[in-house]
């Protein structure tokens, strides 16, 4: 069992930046693809941002591509998300999510490929 816990989010003003972590414990790998989904109030479930097992290969959402970095830390068992130059659409709950892919690939939008799931951590744009 992977367990994926996510810190980070808070309140920021319109053009500020916020780091998110994703600690995982439990079953580790090399091999888990890992992204980055947000749910906005009154919406669904959409992808932000993914990075792919083997060879750290990232893929992004068009609006966020430029302004969000996904990264990994092997050592520490954790995967971050910048976020800069945020804006009010950004705001809303930051899930991570991780599944067992070998390889250089990821899905950065299909929340379905995930089987481990954070309890999400809230980011609030507004001045």
């Known amino acids: 069992q992977l367990r994926l816990v996510e810190s980070g989010g808070g309140l920021v003003q319109p053009g500020g930046s916020l780091r998110l972590s994703c600690v995982m414990s439990?079953?580790?790998?090399?091999?888990?693809?890992t992204a980055w989904f947000r749910q906005a109030p009154g919406k669904g479930r959409e992808g932000v941002a993914c990075?792919?097992?083997?060879?750290?290969?990232?893929d992004y959402e068009r609006s966020v591509r430029g302004r969000f970095t996904i990264s990994r830390d092997r050592a520490k068992n954790t995967v971050f998300l910048q976020l800069n130059n945020l804006n009010a659409e950004d705001t809303g709950i930051y899930y991570c999510?991780?599944?067992?892919?070998?390889?250089?690939?990821?899905?950065?939008?299909?929340?379905?490929?995930?089987?481990?799931w954070g309890q999400g951590t809230q980011v609030t744009v507004s001045s």
């Open positions: 999510a991780a599944d067992y892919y070998p390889g250089d690939g990821c899905y950065s939008d299909n929340a379905a490929r995930y089987s481990y």
């Open positions: 439990g079953h580790t790998s090399d091999y888990y693809a």
């Open positions: 990075i792919s097992s083997s060879t750290d290969t990232t």
